[in-house]
């Protein structure tokens, strides 16, 4: 057992910490806080070496949590040798964040206030405990430094499993220290969903718990204001998007695999038609993929000689404005209402076809992919209509957040694909779209940045045709999410409707 030699004035409060956080920190903890912390303490302060997993949402109060258990733990066992360290993913800002939050905490105690003093500028200590923060970033020279009471991981699922096996875990290998893993689930192979399985094993055997995995539900039950802000994301990214599952609802996604599931893509299948031209009051937006081009022309010099390579893609949609009146949504709903696919034309000709496209069907927005070959077509269609076109340009960060963002434009549903049937050219366009969808594949990198390739593989053929599949068609339709943060003009009630910020709060946390 740990000797605990609180200051005999208030031995009563420190051996309560959840009268120490609420009468002497002002922090009343929630219900679904007090469980992990006490808990934990209780494998602190008997010496069990126990590792536990505490998974909440987002926003639910984890960084609070681990700020007053540090406090209090530093107060308690201040007349006692404990070492206590804090691995975060990086030093800026995950650590430099952490030892804000326990400084307030310790500010605002009526206890640590006058006695907690900083060292060396990562070394919190009352008496003879101490508290250590160091990153965990693969770069980080953390060898030696020993827990001998308490090891915390926090966000644990960005501390790739490789640093914490060679560098971290020892740190307690001798002394018994008891380790929590903080963080908020996402793949099923970082470091924090394999503990939690760890956690979960043991807890069948011996039936102490160790597993503190929580939703947006239990958080909602006593935190009412964010039940409200959680079915506002749930109504924007959709309940399926990776994000709302992962963190609101701490539930683990595949690392790779299909992008489209049946469940995704019968939610962007919609009821209307295609159509051939414009209708009258209609808003519409034009999409454009761009193929590169291969410079080996055939004889009549407006094809080119390899026809095998992918398409130039342009979807149409109508911009449905009522939804941004939508309380949840408040953003445009997209609905396809025509497809044109060029295999091999130059540029050059391709440019007075798009000309011609634009005239008639005068979209708002023209949203063109300016990488690479594509930035002359861009350039020109710029120079022709500057105030509808919009350049995107693909690298492997804008192209990964374009995939987030596509996939919470359908799985809220506001991606609409038509009822092509009868409609022979847009049908055999939307069968290709399908063939395509069904073949896109995605893959997340097991790092903070959450970037995500997506792609048709290479070589990827039609199951029933043997044709080779690109992604042009699907890259065309992602590019609907640039229209997010677009600024609509609704012509009914005579305003001008701001974009939303291309990066929200959730966006914000994850790019």
């Not at 406090?71 to 030892?99: D, F, G, H």
């Not at 200590?125 to 090891?151: C, H």
């Not at 055997?205 to 929580?214: E, S, Y």
């Amino acid at each position: 057992m740990i000797t605990v030699h609180p200051l005999h004035t208030l031995k009563a409060l420190l051996r309560d910490p959840v009268t120490f956080t609420e009468h002497i920190g002002g922090i009343r903890l929630r219900g679904y806080q007090c469980s992990p912390l006490l808990a934990i303490l209780k494998s602190v302060l008997g010496r069990r070496g126990l590792s536990f997993v505490v998974m909440f949402p987002r926003q639910s109060g984890k960084n609070e949590l681990q700020a007053q258990l540090e406090c209090y733990l530093l107060a308690l066992l201040s007349r006692t040798p404990a070492e206590m360290v804090k691995i975060s993913p990086t030093w800026r800002p995950q650590s430099l964040n952490a030892m804000l939050r326990l400084e307030r905490v310790l500010e605002n105690n009526t206890i640590t206030r006058r006695m907690w003093h900083k060292e060396n500028g990562y070394v919190y200590r009352i008496g003879s405990a101490r508290m250590m923060f160091f990153s965990g970033a693969p770069e980080s020279n953390i060898v030696g430094a020993t827990a001998s009471t308490l090891l915390e991981v926090d966000e644990a699922q960005d501390v790739s499993i490789a640093k914490f096996d060679k560098e971290i875990a020892p740190m307690a290998a001798s002394t018994n220290a008891t380790r929590v893993f903080w963080g908020t689930a996402w793949t099923s192979r970082t470091l924090l969903a394999r503990e939690l399985r760890s956690a979960r094993q043991a807890e069948e055997a011996d039936g102490i718990r160790r597993a503190f995995v929580l939703t947006a539900r239990e958080v909602a039950a006593e935190v009412e204001v964010y039940g409200r802000f959680v079915a506002e994301q749930t109504a924007r990214l959709g309940r399926d998007h990776p994000l709302v599952k992962t963190q609101y609802y701490s539930e683990e996604i595949d690392s790779e695999g299909g992008m489209f599931p049946p469940s995704r893509r019968d939610v962007m299948r919609g009821r209307h038609k295609p159509s051939g031209q414009p209708a009258c009051g209609q808003i519409y937006a034009m999409l454009l993929d761009v193929a590169g081009e291969d410079e080996s022309a055939a004889a009549d010099g407006s094809q080119l000689a390899n026809r095998r390579r992918d398409s130039t893609a342009l979807t149409i949609v109508q911009v449905d404005l009522s939804t941004l009146q939508d309380d949840l949504l408040r953003a445009p709903t997209y609905r396809c209402v025509q497809r044109r696919l060029w295999t091999g034309v130059k540029h050059t000709a391709l440019y007075g076809q798009l000309h011609g496209l634009i005239e008639s069907w005068q979209p708002q927005v023209v949203v063109v992919d300016a990488t690479g070959v594509g930035a002359g077509l861009a350039s020109f269609l710029k120079n022709r209509f500057p105030s509808k076109v919009q350049a995107f340009l693909f690298n492997h960060v804008s192209k990964s957040k374009l995939g987030w963002d596509f996939l919470s434009v359908c799985d809220s549903g506001r991606w609409q694909e038509p009822d092509a049937i009868g409609f022979d050219d847009q049908a055999a366009l939307q069968t290709l779209f399908w063939r395509q969808i069904e073949a896109c594949q995605y893959q997340v990198a097991e790092s903070p940045g959450r970037l995500m390739k997506w792609s048709v593989p290479d070589g990827t053929r039609d199951p029933l045709t043997g044709e080779v599949l690109h992604d042009d068609l699907v890259i065309s339709a992602a590019l609907s999410a640039v229209l997010d943060s677009c600024g609509w003009y609704d012509p009914a009630p005579a305003l001008v409707i701001p974009g939303r910020d291309p990066l929200s709060e959730l966006d914000r946390e994850e790019y």
